[in-house]
């Protein structure tokens, strides 16, 4: 196989956060489809009860079309085009059904930023849905693995699944797609020893790039044991390694839209404020809020850790790419032109 398909999913050519900040459009917008997910897997907030009761995930279920309309067309509001438009969150994307009609209502609304998701790719076994979502003009497909077997998905994510029939659904798609871009990744501890080089050689043909993941924190509240930390360093899920983080990047040029349409500043399950709701607030006035620009202003001038709902939070460690997303030296000139606009 080819070793350059071996590498993270993110576009290294990037902006200067710090430069560029703050923003009159958000670079992603989040439109969560589905906050319903047919796996449960074992690291994941699905697999702690405690926790998932008490997120918005628990109660949101899928979005409907109305909802997803009207933030589509409140999207286009902004003065430019937004980047990226993920259509999944902390569910799995791919149980709303209408899922490829919404990819292609975005295509055909004039937005122009390209269109992701990530998802299990279970529902790919279905060779209709696989060719709808295919036939649908989606930018962008990350497929996460949990194994590369049936045993190991029963044991990773308490489901069975015929492996063969995943694997040709996955093949399906890939097959369908046009100018679709599949990344395929897996997490390290889906992984037997010596199994690394089997993972690229069986998955080498159905996918454009192949990724072996770090797990590390990402849910507040889920208890884990190795948060891969040592000598004040952090690596995060990319393997980027860094200090200790001061400001979180994500807010500053992120929107997620709640099934509901709740309109919030990040993904978090927990979100640190609310901004509105998309069905009585546009989401151009939610990112000229008051409450968005005093929650900006405080995570410059104290950081994240001083907010009681932001400071366990991993977020901003799994968002650092590349040292251009890093804004912690630029908070005072942020802060200054924040505070400039009228």
């Known amino acids: 196989m080819?070793?350059?398909?071996?590498?993270?999913?993110y576009n290294t050519q990037r902006e200067t956060l710090g430069d560029v900040l703050p923003l009159d459009t958000p670079f992603t917008v989040?439109?969560?489809?589905?906050?319903?997910?047919?796996?449960?897997?074992?690291?994941?907030?699905?697999?702690?009860?405690?926790?998932?009761?008490?997120?918005?995930?628990?109660?949101?279920?899928?979005?409907?079309?109305?909802?997803?309309?009207?933030?589509?067309?409140?999207?286009?509001?902004?003065?430019?085009?937004?980047?990226?438009?993920?259509l999944s969150g902390q569910g799995e994307p791919m149980c709303n059904k209408l899922l490829p009609d919404m990819i292609k209502y975005i295509k055909k609304s004039g937005l122009l930023g390209k269109t992701e998701i990530h998802t299990n790719a279970s529902?790919?076994?279905?060779?209709?849905?696989?060719?709808?979502?295919?036939?649908?003009?989606?930018?962008?497909?990350?497929?996460?693995?949990?194994?590369?077997?049936?045993?190991?998905?029963?044991?990773?994510?308490?489901?069975?699944?015929?492996?063969?029939?995943?694997?040709?659904?996955?093949?399906?798609?890939?097959?369908?797609?046009?100018?679709?871009?599949?990344?395929?990744?897996?997490?390290?501890?889906?992984?037997?020893?010596?199994?690394?080089?089997?993972?690229?050689q069986m998955f080498d043909g159905v996918s454009d790039r192949l990724y072996i993941e770090k797990i590390v924190p990402l849910f507040i509240g889920v208890d884990y044991t190795d948060i891969r930390k040592s000598n004040d360093k952090y690596i995060n899920k990319y393997g980027v390694t860094f200090g200790d983080?001061?400001?979180?990047?994500?807010?500053?040029?992120?929107?997620?839209?709640?099934?509901?349409?709740?309109i919030n500043p990040c993904a978090q399950l927990e979100p640190p404020i609310v901004m509105g709701n998309i069905h009585n607030t546009t989401l151009i006035e939610a990112w000229n809020s008051k409450t968005r620009i005093d929650f900006l202003k405080q995570d410059l001038t104290q950081g994240h850790k001083k907010n009681n709902k932001c400071n366990k939070c991993y977020l901003p460690y799994n968002s650092v790419k590349v040292e251009k997303d890093l804004i912690d030296n630029y908070s005072e000139n942020i802060l200054t032109r924040l505070i400039s606009l009228k």
């Not at 109305?66 to 409140?74: G, L, M, P």
């Not at 046009?178 to 020893?193: G, P, S």
């Open 2 to 9: 080819k070793r350059d398909k071996i590498k993270p999913f």
């Open 123 to 200: 529902f790919l076994s279905d060779k209709k849905f696989a060719y709808d979502l295919a036939d649908s003009g989606i930018d962008k497909v990350i497929i996460s693995l949990q194994g590369l077997n049936s045993e190991m998905y029963q044991r990773t994510c308490d489901v069975a699944i015929d492996f063969d029939k995943f694997y040709n659904g996955i093949k399906t798609f890939y097959k369908r797609k046009k100018n679709t871009n599949v990344n395929i990744k897996i997490a390290d501890v889906a992984l037997r020893h010596g199994e690394e080089e089997t993972f690229y």
């Open 30 to 86: 989040i439109i969560d489809t589905s906050e319903v997910c047919n796996f449960k897997c074992n690291y994941c907030f699905r697999a702690h009860p405690e926790v998932a009761n008490e997120t918005y995930a628990k109660k949101e279920g899928l979005m409907k079309w109305d909802t997803f309309i009207k933030t589509v067309e409140q999207i286009k509001q902004f003065p430019k085009q937004v980047k990226r438009i993920a």
């Open 245 to 262: 983080l001061k400001c979180c990047n994500p807010i500053y040029y992120t929107l997620c839209i709640t099934p509901k349409g709740m």
